[in-house]
């Protein structure tokens, strides 16, 4: 598997281990970047494992009434620390550091690589995608029934179906009716999108 | 016999597992009255018994599938444990030994009843 | 409940079925929450959950009604009683009625509605408004029948629901002025409103099989919290006239106030009946006791679409035969009965368009289930696995070519490539 970006990404960091890309929502592996003496790792294996932890994290953060869409997952085994973290809607980053790294340096660690991961990634920062395609990207994954439900919404609203399938290309006016009822339907206040 | 998940909308509610080859789901029924388990309605070509508890075993003596359905007011986090306590009993009657089985019924076990290895 | 269950009918070359003349069908609990849900988004909450409720007060006011005539309930209290006992011998959970001919409160507890709803969503979404209309419905209407009060003089408005995550689910009645009543849909004037008798492809076989279920059905009742937990869903003895005004009136408003959304109100219907066939059909064909009664699925597309059409009938859908069935091309059900056309012709005449929503989704849906589900490997019908099947592009659409309220004389529906 080709190191690709991911090996300039990690110099200057050295109680990294691994790091793993996972794209969502299929959990397929990105790219990955494994330590020479860890290569005997299933990287295909560890990243889809990985898109399913933060997904299930998401869905139990969910039953707590969470709905922030910032979430880190940070986990502590005898020998590594692993930190998941949903970087963009389309996919998750999972680093695996040496277990003794202190986890303030850890963490400071892991603002810079994911700031250099985030800039070779192909898809926009989520700040820059339309907001029409973030609330129908948001109902798909929260809503119940999510494969009728913007049907819902344009029954709800009025607008088109046609209109909703092309997110980002609604007028302000229609996005702002579609985030009123994406509200109403999930129950919230408001969306933290 | 293998205590394994069936379709169920709400988690952890249906169970299932298969009945000894040769098992008689009459003379498991009876056996299974002894533990409380009382007959209900049910379609042609099975048996469904339900507990005090509301708890259901279904027979279906003709492919010797029996169904395990926990009541569903038990409390998600105890259904399994549930399951597991309902097949047992069950696993008592196709071995006969539920308290109240007479002699005969042991010695149908030996004829009647082979567990899979 | 004897007494109550001697008063159930059918017309067996139909397969409908009639209490004390007023027409019942089985709903499963996920079929109940998505109509419901979508009279909501039509009309939004407050107008949805008014529909609701003077629908299933027409609805039941005709049921309550008849009974109290045919069981000799002349007095309130002996009235009040057999609401009661009804109300959780269908399956719609227990409610409890301190009322007056001014109003007064009714108290429920483990209503289909609320309950189902909690358990089904109640982790993933917040809701904002009241869950059981029906509840409230039939209340108004016991206490309308108790009392011998007009219709539509009494209106029930759910205060506190279990959906809410409130403690208990609470409803505050009160007298108000009297709506005329809706022409009543019975057995009497149904009758004549069905078309000739025919059969279809394997109809002994479904016959048999329906007759079988029927039979099951007829053992059937609320436990003792009113609700009926069968095949892995919650199973509802309602009435299709409360489906069937709810439908119309939203279909009506929507085509008045709306037109451009007059297809995704229909479509959202026809999604209802995939929802009732996959989760209702399916979790029978997977249960015990129906591999007791006729086997496990083989895997066979016409061994499903046969065994759907008996399920059908034996739910008092109607008539259900396949017609014609090509393998992976095509499905053509022929029905000479449904409950939908016979309510809207009743109710609002003919019309130019096909009005039966319910049976064209559950069309569609049967044959996705007979060629995308692998039966034979015992597949797990949960939420995930409908989407995976009915998301994204089904390569096949329905029409209905033939309807009652067109004045054909059958229904006709066409599964077909797209």
Known sequence: MAQGFLEHAVVGVPSIRAVFITAMPDCLLYEAWVREENSEWAVEDVASYFGDLVRANRHGLKALGSWSSEMQTTIESADMLVVLKEITSDFVCGCVFERGAPLGMVRLHLKRLLERILANLPSVHNEERPRGVRIVEFLDRYAPDPHAVLLRVSLRTGIPIDALKAAESMTADQIALMEESACRLLGLKQLNI | MELTRDIACFRSLTWRCDLPPGSDCDVLAQRLSRAGYQRAPSLPGSVVLRSAEGHEIVLVPRTLRAGIRVHYMTEEPARRFTAERVFVTLVKGVLGRILGSGPGDQQGVARSVRLPH | MERINALRSLIPSQDLTFLAGVPYVYHCHHYNLFHDQTIDDALGEELGTKVRTIAARNAFRELIAALSTELRADTPVERLQLATDLFSWMGHGTLKLSVDETGGRADGAFLHYGYSWREKYGAKVKRSHPADAVAAGFAAAATEVAFSLPSGSIEATEEHCIALRDAACRFALRRVNPTPAPREVNRSVVEPLLGPVFGGMEEEKITAIA?????????????????????????????????????????????????????????????????CVFHTFGNILLSPEWEGMVGSPSGSPAEILVNSCAIARGLG??????????????????????????????????????????????????????????????????????????????????RQPLCPTRGDSMTEIVVSPV
Request: with cysteine; glycine share 8%.
């Open chain 3, 211 to 275: 007759d079988g279920l029927r039979g099951f059905l007829r053992g059937v009742a609320g436990d003792e919290r009113g609700l009926v937990q069968a095949f892995g869903v919650f199973v509802s003895m309602h009435l299709s006239n409360y489906y069937n005004e709810t439908v119309f009136e939203v279909i009506h408003h929507i085509e008045r106030e709306q037109p451009r959304s007059a297809d995704v109100a229909e479509a959202l219907f026809r999604e209802a009946g995939q929802v």
């Open chain 3, 317 to 398: 859908f109607g008539h259900w035969t396949i017609h014609e069935y090509a393998p992976e091309r095509q499905f053509v059900l022929r029905t000479p009965s449904n409950y939908e056309a016979p309510f809207y012709l009743r109710r609002y005449g003919r019309s130019d368009k096909a009005r039966c929503c319910f049976l064209q989704g559950s069309a569609l849906a049967m044959m996705v289930l007979a060629h995308r589900v692998k039966w034979a490997e015992n597949p797990r019908l949960t939420q995930d696995f409908y989407i995976s099947l009915f998301r994204g592009r089904i390569p096949w659409r329905v």
